[in-house]
């Protein structure tokens, strides 16, 4: 009997291990807890580091631990190791642990396997928060009782915990969490595009593309999976993979495919309901990407039954999150973006290409391995000029150098200020980092913020 069915019919004689102390594999210790299970947790990090909220729960409910680092008798002798998402798979613990066949499942997994009510899952390299938070507004706009987590606000072991009773779980799933999976099967699986993203940790982009497309992996003809006809990667990656769910697809010209279109700034669906279905978008959800995202959106909410009557006033009370492509000010004539959440190479191209004026860009961070040179196209065609800041800023500067201007300046507030002094009226200022923030700043978050504080400081100033 594996770890998870030893769990189910008999949790006291389960010996758990959670790894990591973070929101998630807190939330997992609390379920394991709860349902009587002998848990055990493993940090890697100083007891010094630990939450003073969380040490005390610990003391208080008599659960073991150990801190600075993994020792090797407890993974062994343990039936379920739940990991929390940024704990990296190659531990040699995980390791000998896995030979062994102890069962190694995250957060998100662990707590699916005991959800009695049906999932939407949203991955993709970018894109994914929005559309999460867009389908749990429509289908409470129909409603419905809904939970909106995993990934972002509340671990889905969390939901498990409380009182609250949905009837729909949405949530945001990285590849990190896909990784460990293991049986999660969601009704409605959404997979937005596939760009190179978090290769720091992935040996390569096609074991990231291959995590992404894992969110298909255990669905039957009785699911639905939704895919985007115009990304590259996914369509490619689709002719070889085993997709056993009824396919819909967003983007798609073609008459007879059955899924989600635009035309005229509107959003038409076919084949879901009898009819064709017309969806006007407020101005927030007009332009691409967040066009591409509703349409994504409302094909999750029409397959899980929410009436396409209140979906309009669904979709006129959203608002889109901060730091994706918000709109901070217009100085001058000149336009600026705050895209802080762009922390990759993929979401900088689709902010590029929803451009239609010159961009004066704003990038650097802290490189995550990918290759800068992708954006030479979407640069040379839109940027005329980009300042860069951060780690990655030599590395970006030698592959984008030869299609545009690049200056380096040292800090976000320079920046701005050059940025300023270089566009002319009509332009556009950007930030759209394709980087982590965590060289200068505690989050994209707080890029962002700074970035909308020095703008307004220009705005003051004139």
Known sequence: MNGLDLLKHDPSSCKTVVVGSGKSGFAALKLLHRMGSPVFLSDKADKSTLRPEFL????????????????ERKFLDADLIVVSPGVPLDLNVLDSAGKQGVTIIGEMGLAAFFLDIPVVAVTGTNGKTTVTELIGTLIKASGRKVFVGGNIGTPLAEYLLGDEKAEIAVLEVSSYQLDTGRQFKPRVALLLNISPDHLDRYPSYAAYADSKMAIFA???GEDAAILNCNDVETMKRLSGARVAARKCFFGCKDEGVAGAKIIDKKVEILGIGREKEVYRLPDDLKDSPNCENAMAALL???????????????????????????????VDGVTYYDDSKATNIGAVISALNGMEKPVVLIAGGRDKGGDYAILKKSVGRQVKKMLLIGEAS????SALGQVTEVEKVESLEEAVTKAAQTAESGDVVLLSPACASFDMFKSYEERGNRFQKAVLSLKSVC
């Open 300 to 330: 999750a909410a029409r397959l899980v039954g929410c009436p396409p009557k209140k979906l309009e006033t669904g979709l006129a009370s959203f608002h889109r999150l901060p730091h994706r492509l918000t709109k901070v000010a217009e």
């Open 218 to 220: 255990n669905q039957d």
């Open 394 to 397: 030599e590395k970006m500067a």
């Open 56 to 71: 005390a729960w610990l003391e208080t409910n008599k659960v073991p631990y150990e801190t600075g680092g993994h020792g």
